[in-house]
């Protein structure tokens, strides 16, 4: 299959382009493996060890917190303001623009709210409940990144005064889903969201891969996110696997003021390997960045892989320690936890 260089006219010597082949963007990775069905059908039917405990021990052990949103009335004046929604969802505040990162609120990461995987904590807030969202990133099209209901509701609730960051192929799917205000990149290519913020959306590189039917496998292009304000920076690292491309983004961006890294769904290796980093890459992914402080998202929402639901906290606070890190520079947070990271 021939390889092709597409859409990188922001890219420079020391950064991989997008890659794509008979229409089907492409992992350029040396890490990087598909996913084969024999493997694929080995996962589904291996069995698991989530564990996940009944409502009342989560409460104890993982609760969900009730969330004061006034909180993002105003910008805060010095450091980033974040609250974990759960999964990949955070809502982010910096230099005055707030941000929400591959939004889902409904009960499953599915085609149908009738079936499929459950979340097992509830988002703190509804989309209604929101404060003013000036902007979306999605990272890729998987349902457990782009969930539909989530997306006409939030349409619905902010309009064209919302504006969508979404990868390369996507634009189409966020039309027809009924969103005006929608800005397509691909690797390397930035956007000013408007020059009253001077905050620039860049999409940066990953290692995932993308399917949401039958037969649309990789026609949608995956990526991280950086918001790079003013004063403060903000790295949403999406869904991946590790690669090279967190040491080129650390290079031409960094560091960031707070960067959200995945640390869950990581079990079995063999089959996960190269699609979702587990703890320890997820600090080389950190390292890599530059990042001042991180916080662990992708995990304690969904079971989607068959390690305990706890274990990516713990094996994170484990890494650290490992490796003489001090335990706050990459942080784990309750859903609804509102914190402002300010290590200026």
């Not at 000036?134 to 997306?151: A, E, F, K, M, P």
């Not at 990953?206 to 004063?231: A, I, T, Y």
């Not at 690292?237 to 960031?256: L, M, N, S, V």
């Amino acid at each position: 299959m021939s390889k092709e260089r597409v859409d990188n006219i922001h890219t420079e010597e020391c950064t991989q382009p997008t890659l794509m082949g008979n229409g089907r963007y492409q992992n350029p990775w040396e890490t990087w493996q598909a996913p084969k069905l024999n493997k694929l059908l080995k996962f589904i039917f291996m069995r698991g060890d989530a564990n996940v405990p009944k409502e009342a021990e989560l409460d104890k052990t993982l609760p969900v917190r009730k969330t004061d949103l006034s909180q993002f009335e105003t910008s805060p004046q010095s450091g980033v303001r974040h609250m974990w929604i759960g999964h990949a969802s955070s809502l982010v505040q910096l230099d005055g623009l707030t941000i929400l990162t591959d939004p889902i609120f409904s009960d499953r990461c599915s085609p149908f709210q009738w079936f499929g995987t459950k979340r097992y904590r509830p988002p703190p807030c509804a989309v209604d409940q929101l404060p003013k969202v000036d902007c979306v990133v999605i990272s890729h099209n998987h349902y457990d990144h782009l969930d539909y209901g989530s997306v006409v509701s939030l349409n619905q609730r902010f309009g064209e005064n919302l504006t969508w960051y979404v990868p390369k192929g996507l634009k189409s799917w966020m039309n027809d889903s009924g969103c005006k205000n929608v800005v397509e990149l691909s690797w390397w290519e930035e956007h000013i969201h408007s020059e009253a913020s001077g905050v620039k959306i860049v999409n940066t590189p990953c290692q995932h891969w993308c399917k949401r039917s039958l037969n649309d496998d990789n026609k949608v292009l995956w990526s991280s996110w950086c918001v790079l304000g003013p004063k403060h920076s903000f790295f949403f690292a999406g869904d991946t696997g590790y690669c090279e491309g967190f040491k080129q983004i650390g290079q031409r961006y960094g560091p960031f003021t707070l960067s959200t890294i995945p640390i869950g769904a990581y079990c079995p290796r063999w089959f996960l390997g190269p699609q979702h980093v587990d703890p320890a890459e997820a600090v080389d992914i950190h390292n890599d960045l530059g990042s001042k402080t991180s916080i662990g998202i992708h995990w304690g929402t969904f079971v989607l892989s068959k390690e305990p639901y706890l274990e990516p906290r713990d094996k994170l606070k484990e890494e650290l320690e490992k490796r003489g890190m001090k335990p706050s520079s990459f942080i784990t947070v309750d859903h609804g936890d509102v914190i402002v990271i300010d290590n200026q």
